[in-house]
């Protein structure tokens, strides 16, 4: 069974943060590069949006974390606690936060986006232009790059997909060049 289908199954086919039935798929929580059941949630279109920053938050529809932060399953935890962080201004997200239990891998892994931290204490990832990368850009090497402990050399105007930010370095982020996952330097990269 497809790690989609795993997520439809013990979620009978709604969103695990807000219960739409509508527009759903799967999401790898970041830092995450695997897809498993252990990392993957599956959401709507509505959160996915607003959990990638594509539109604004609409707090209103987030109240629906009440509920789904008590879900079984840690991904589900670990998201309820990163966009109750984000909302954190707002009041009742604090209170929520207050109740809210993870041990302490969870709360690691729920931290590792930086979503606790205010707005001047993130870490922030810039290319080589100083244009903000995100976790899933696409960049393309402006140099080229031996990789070290390999005879690899990734070539200067390679693109590389699907980039993951190393939430504790802002000059670092993971990529694959030539099948291999490798760590790159920020200011050898720019955003495609």
């Known amino acids: 069974m497809s790690v989609l289908q795993t997520l439809?199954?013990?979620?009978?086919?709604?969103?695990?943060?807000?219960?739409?039935?509508?527009?759903?798929?799967?999401?790898?929580?970041?830092?995450?590069?695997?897809?498993?059941?252990?990392n993957d949630i599956l959401v709507c279109k509505t959160c996915l949006d607003q959990i990638?920053?594509?539109?604004?938050?609409?707090?209103?529809h987030w109240r629906c974390l009440?509920?789904?932060?008590?879900?079984?399953?840690v991904a589900v935890q670990i998201m309820a606690w990163r966009m109750l962080q984000r909302l954190?201004?707002?009041?009742?997200p604090k209170d929520l936060l207050d109740m809210m239990y993870l041990d302490d891998d969870a709360l690691a892994l729920a931290r590792a986006t930086g979503e606790h931290e205010d707005e001047v204490n993130k870490i922030i990832h810039r290319d080589v232009n100083g244009v903000i990368l995100e976790n899933g850009d696409s960049v393309v090497?402006?140099?080229?790059?031996?990789?070290?402990?390999?005879s690899i050399v990734a070539k200067q105007g390679t693109a590389v997909r699907n980039i993951r930010l190393d939430y504790e370095n802002a000059e670092f982020i993971e990529g694959k060049v030539d099948g291999q996952q490798i760590v790159i330097i920020t200011k050898?990269?720019?955003k495609n």
């Open 141 to 150: 090497l402006v140099k080229d790059l031996k990789v070290k402990g390999s």
């Open 52 to 60: 990638e920053g594509e539109v604004d938050m609409n707090v209103n």
């Open 88 to 92: 954190r201004k707002e009041g009742w």
């Open 8 to 38: 439809q199954d013990r979620s009978n086919n709604t969103c695990e943060l807000c219960t739409s039935t509508q527009d759903l798929s799967q999401y790898t929580i970041p830092p995450s590069l695997n897809e498993n059941v252990a």
């Open 188 to 190: 050898y990269v720019k």
């Open 66 to 73: 009440n509920e789904s932060m008590w879900n079984e399953h």
